[in-house]
């Protein structure tokens, strides 16, 4: 408990990092009961077309190029960008820790080959792996998660794999060893605890990078035709970029927000959990 | 013989979490031109931080100079500007460090290093600089000095870097070469050529040597006089024969390993010269209300708990920080 | 003596780029088993795949397509029949563009390599400059100025900004020209010519840096930081050098080293984001190229600009390699 306790009394002196996770907060909430509360549905046409921000109290942030409520598509989107962000996160870290994991701890050819293997993934660059299997796969909110994943487990594997190597060899693994406890036991019980908060810390840049992707894909047409998301606002906005550019603004300002919350929380846990390098 | 370096309560300290803890306090001596002056003392001492301060190239923030007076032929170091201050480092003053293999530049060749040096200080064309860069090395005894001197620090072993870093700190001719544990990271045959080195470059250039070392044997070897240091402050100074023969304070005595009461075990009754002291050197931040040696000493009694002896002299125009030897030297 | 040295020092670097260069054509040819792998993986047949469901109907280009994948034949040597086909720079042909995959990327390839080099050169320069401005001036106000300044360019998408640059620059301030690479039907000298690709370069270039400037600013700063706590900073100062002196010469030569490393590890993710970038503005790039064949679902174009993509990226780093060790002396070439 105390542990806990003087965590987050290290995590609370920094103001960035905490600037992070109120903005965080604030993003979650509205991903959470946002959607109840604003009225329309993001893809219905509920007003007048090219509506500037401010200027219908009943619609405070515009509306697109066909009439559809720009604060209903940013407030939906934040769904769509978080559960994507983390489930994409989520499956990177499955397939990451083990990959790492067995290659950390078994060392040997098993180590060669997944290394060779995420070598391999480092070398393709990862947005246009991401938009290829995206384009041949088609768009959906599954596929884009596994897509990410795909494109972001290899630092996660490298990650774990790097502190893997270092803490096998300690006192307290090594004396495991000794008295014969289980791989698995020794591999997810003594080691895995011991390096969650690098693991932790790149979470949350995950996140943020996700994020990132997402919206990039969405831009491009590959976002899921059912789902608003903030990359497809700003694409659909840019169609009327000349006159009513409030309509990409919008969005990305969310995104900006959502992906600099992320950042900050990640530097703060980072400072956190490692005391010994809070100087720096 | 007036000193050429003077030193009135030197007093350093670092920032920590809460507030400035003292690291160094109240340190003064005084060098004699072409001496060599020990100072020892176990790791955590505060002798590298004296040093350091004399030259100011610690961090500042964290650390900072409370207080005192570094009084190089009668100037005050403490008061120059930083403009000033590095016309005297490696002019006047110069430092050669523990650590050869990190304390080279490993993207430079050596003798783009010393040269570097030389004609930071002394107005020479770059051709000029560079064969004097080749004689320093060959006054370092470097081998082959003309070639070695485009290598860069990899190719070189400890020993052959220690030279290199002798050869950059005679580059300005300096009045004082501070040697902060020149000898500790090296192999011991390698130990003794570097001190050899140091106590012939003495003599042909002159300079005073501030020897910074743990190691009495080193001490023993080159310096005249010896400054003992425990927890940040300065507890017995004597000419090194005297300090050997007649250590007053009995922290001297544990690092000489003499006092017969610390080695009542059989296999400690040999004559030791080296650090034997159980316990260790308290943190700054927590230094005991009495003589900071108190906890670890053998005759400690009630007045050492509770009260800091000051640093007085005793006899001989030596200096000891010890209840004990000053009430003797009363009684005398 | 000293020519029998750098003969010998010749031979290593022979040696070490032969090695290498054996190295990245077996990444390479890994690549494209795994790119075999995705689109036999893919839902449907592999011709659905990559005919897409535009060009699906056209019989000959079908054909085309059977014959270049052999899909009569077992996977294996489909597989091999695939392999041998890359070898030989055989990747396809494009029926929309009836063009030839190849020498299809090949046509866009220039453009793209002019916005990445441009786009790598501005965020090398300004994140080394940000960098060491910060890290000189620690902990004061222009550190955390810059510091916020790099978090914002984390997180904000390339083409965000790309869009919103055009609605300043373009379309409000008129100063600077938003999309394509030249401007069209205008009849210039060389000079002129230059000049109009360069003031067409400006804002994607920025666009595509702004992201790893400020990757690089951290980077150096960071190392900077870590570089200035080293033992031989400290013997810089005890010599007497300056400030300046041991910022320029001391510290930056050693702090760099990882910002080379970075440059290689960028080119990846640069030309991920030339695919928005050159969308955005319009460029004639491999991006626009891919972000065509997206819309034409011409997958068959696109796993070609893919493979090629990872081609530069192995070319990239074997040029860091050489250049991390032409700075880092301690790196002997073996």
């Known amino acids: 408990m105390s542990a806990w306790r003087d965590f987050w009394l290290r995590y609370r002196r920094k103001t960035s990092a905490m600037i992070g996770l109120v903005l965080l907060l604030f993003v979650m909430l509205v991903a959470i009961i946002g959607p109840w509360l604003v009225s329309a549905d993001p893809w219905d046409i509920v007003v007048r077309p090219f509506l500037w921000p401010g200027e219908d109290p009943e619609f405070p942030l515009g509306s697109d190029v066909l009439g559809r409520d720009i604060l209903s598509g940013i407030v939906h989107g934040s769904r769509v960008s978080l559960l994507i962000g983390l489930a994409a996160t989520a499956t990177a870290l499955g397939v990451g820790v083990t990959v790492g994991a067995v290659a950390g701890y078994f060392r040997g050819w098993p180590d060669d080959i997944l290394m060779r293997i995420t070598e391999l993934f480092q070398?393709?660059?990862?947005?246009?792996?991401?938009?290829?299997?995206?384009?041949?796969?088609?768009?959906?909110?599954?596929?884009?998660?596994?897509v990410i994943s795909a494109v972001s487990w290899p630092a996660v594997a490298r990650l774990v794999r790097a502190e893997f190597l270092s803490l096998r060899e300690r006192e307290f693994v090594q004396s495991c060893v000794v008295i014969g406890m289980s791989e698995t036991r020794i591999i997810f019980q003594q080691i895995l605890p011991n390096c969650l908060a690098p693991i932790i810390v790149m979470s949350s840049i995950l996140v943020a990078s996700a994020i990132l992707t997402e919206s990039g894909l969405s831009f491009l047409g590959l976002g899921d035709p059912n789902l608003m998301s903030w990359g497809t606002m700003i694409g659909i906005g840019r169609e009327a970029m000349r006159t009513a550019w409030y309509m990409s603004a919008l969005p990305g300002i969310a995104i900006i927000i959502t992906v600099l919350a992320l950042n900050l929380v990640g530097e703060g846990l980072n400072d956190a959990l490692n005391p010994r390098l809070k100087n720096r | 013989m007036s000193s050429i370096l003077e030193v009135r309560g030197l007093t350093t300290q670092f920032s920590g979490p809460k507030g400035y803890v003292t690291v160094v306090e109240n340190v003064s001596f005084a060098m004699k031109p072409g001496a060599t002056l020990a100072i020892v003392g176990e790791s955590g001492s505060g002798k590298s931080v004296t040093a350091m301060s004399l030259l100011r190239v610690l961090p500042e923030p964290p650390a900072r100079i409370a207080a005192g007076k570094v009084l190089l032929s009668g100037k005050d170091l403490l008061q120059?500007?930083?403009?000033?201050?590095?016309?005297?480092?490696?002019?006047?003053?110069?430092?050669?460090?523990?650590?050869?293999?990190?304390?080279?530049?490993?993207?430079?060749?050596?003798?783009?290093?010393?040269?570097?040096?030389?004609?930071?200080?002394?107005?020479?064309?770059?051709?000029?600089?560079?064969?004097?860069?080749?004689?320093?090395?060959?006054?370092?005894?470097?081998?082959?000095?003309?070639?070695?001197?485009?290598?860069?620090?990899?190719?070189?072993?400890?020993?052959?870097?220690?030279?290199?870093?002798?050869?950059?700190?005679?580059?300005?001719?300096?009045?004082?070469?501070?040697?902060?544990?020149?000898?500790?990271?090296?192999?011991?045959?390698?130990?003794?050529?570097?001190?050899?080195?140091?106590?012939?470059?003495?003599?042909?250039f002159g300079m005073g040597i501030l020897l910074i070392t743990h190691n009495l044997g080193v001490v023993a070897q080159i310096a005249q006089r010896v400054l003992v240091m425990y927890a940040g402050r300065i507890v017995e100074e004597a000419p090194v024969r005297d300090l050997f023969q007649d250590p007053l304070h009995p922290y001297t005595e544990g690092l000489l390993g003499a006092t017969p009461r610390m080695y009542q075990d059989a296999e400690a009754g040999a004559r030791h010269r080296l650090i034997d002291i159980a316990g260790i050197v308290p943190q700054p931040d927590q230094l005991p209300p009495g003589c900071a040696f108190a906890p670890r000493c053998p005759k400690a009694f009630a007045r050492c708990r509770e009260e800091r002896p000051a640093l007085l002299p005793t006899r001989d125009g030596r200096q000891s920080a010890c209840f004990l030897t000053q009430n003797t030297a009363a009684s005398a | 003596m000293q020519g029998a040295t750098q003969g010998a020092g010749r031979n290593r670097i022979v040696r070490f780029l032969v090695r290498r260069s054996a190295q990245a054509g077996l990444t390479l040819l890994a690549i494209a088993v795994l790119n075999f792998v995705i689109v036999h993986l893919a839902p449907g047949d592999a011709i659905d795949v990559l005919a897409g469901e535009f060009g699906g109907a056209d019989a000959q280009y079908l054909d085309k397509l059977r014959r270049s994948y052999g899909l009569d034949q077992p996977i294996y040597v489909q597989l091999f029949q695939y392999l041998f086909n890359v070898v030989q720079l055989n990747l396809g042909f494009s029926f929309r563009n009836n063009m030839p995959v190849f020498d299809l990327i090949m046509?866009?390839?220039?453009?793209?390599?002019?916005?990445?080099?441009?786009?790598?050169?501005?965020?090398?320069?300004?994140?080394?400059?940000?960098?060491v401005f910060s890290a000189r001036r620690v902990n004061t106000f222009a550190d955390d100025a810059v510091s916020v300044l790099a978090l914002l360019c984390y997180a904000t998408p390339l083409f965000w900004f790309g869009l919103?640059?055009?609605?300043?620059?373009?379309?409000?301030?008129?100063?600077?020209?938003?999309?394509?690479?030249?401007?069209?039907?205008s009849n210039l000298g060389w000079f002129a010519a230059t000049l109009d690709v360069a003031r067409h370069l400006v804002l994607p270039a920025c666009s595509l840096a702004l992201f790893h400037m400020a990757v690089y600013t951290r980077l150096m700063r960071a190392s900077m930081l870590e570089v200035?706590?080293?033992?031989?900073?400290?013997?810089?100062?005890?010599?007497?050098?300056?400030?300046?002196?041991?910022?320029?010469?001391?510290?930056?030569?050693?702090?760099?080293?990882?910002?080379?490393?970075?440059?290689?590890?960028?080119?990846?993710?640069?030309?991920?984001?030339?695919?928005?970038?050159?969308?955005?503005?319009?460029?004639?790039?491999?991006?626009?190229?891919a972000f065509d064949a997206i819309l034409q679902r011409?997958?068959?174009?696109?796993?070609?600009i893919l493979l090629l993509g990872s081609a530069l990226v192995v070319i990239a780093n074997l040029i860091t390699d050489l250049l991390y060790a032409w700075l880092d002396p301690r790196i002997e070439v073996a």
């Not at chain 2, 003798?111 to 600089?129: K, M, P, T």
């Not at chain 3, 919103?164 to 039907?185: D, E, H, Q, R, S």
């Not at chain 3, 030569?253 to 970038?277: C, D, E, F, H, R």
């Not at chain 3, 011409?298 to 070609?304: A, P, Q, T």
């Open chain 1, 123 to 146: 070398t393709i660059p990862t947005f246009l792996l991401a938009v290829v299997l995206v384009a041949i796969f088609k768009p959906s909110m599954l596929s884009i998660i596994l």
């Open chain 2, 80 to 204: 120059l500007g930083e403009q000033a201050m590095r016309r005297v480092r490696g002019r006047d003053i110069s430092m050669i460090f523990q650590e050869p293999m990190t304390s080279l530049n490993p993207v430079m060749t050596i003798g783009g290093q010393i040269v570097e040096a030389i004609r930071e200080h002394r107005e020479l064309s770059a051709d000029e600089a560079r064969a004097e860069a080749v004689a320093l090395l060959d006054r370092v005894r470097i081998p082959d000095a003309g070639h070695r001197i485009d290598d860069y620090p990899h190719r070189l072993s400890g020993g052959m870097r220690q030279r290199v870093m002798i050869a950059m700190a005679l580059a300005g001719r300096p009045k004082i070469l501070i040697a902060d544990e020149p000898t500790t990271a090296l192999d011991v045959t390698v130990q003794a050529q570097i001190l050899a080195l140091l106590a012939r470059l003495q003599s042909e």
């Open chain 3, 107 to 131: 046509t866009r390839l220039p453009a793209t390599l002019l916005l990445m080099v441009a786009s790598m050169l501005l965020s090398f320069t300004a994140g080394l400059l940000l960098g």
């Open chain 3, 164 to 185: 919103m640059a055009i609605v300043l620059f373009t379309v409000k301030l008129n100063l600077l020209p938003g999309n394509g690479m030249y401007t069209i039907g």
């Open chain 3, 228 to 289: 200035y706590g080293l033992d031989y900073i400290r013997t810089a100062r005890a010599k007497g050098l300056s400030q300046r002196r041991i910022a320029f010469r001391h510290v930056l030569p050693n702090a760099i080293l990882p910002m080379v490393t970075m440059l290689g590890l960028q080119v990846g993710s640069l030309l991920g984001g030339a695919v928005l970038v050159e969308t955005v503005f319009g460029w004639p790039g491999l991006g626009r190229l």
């Open chain 3, 298 to 304: 011409d997958h068959n174009l696109l796993i070609g």
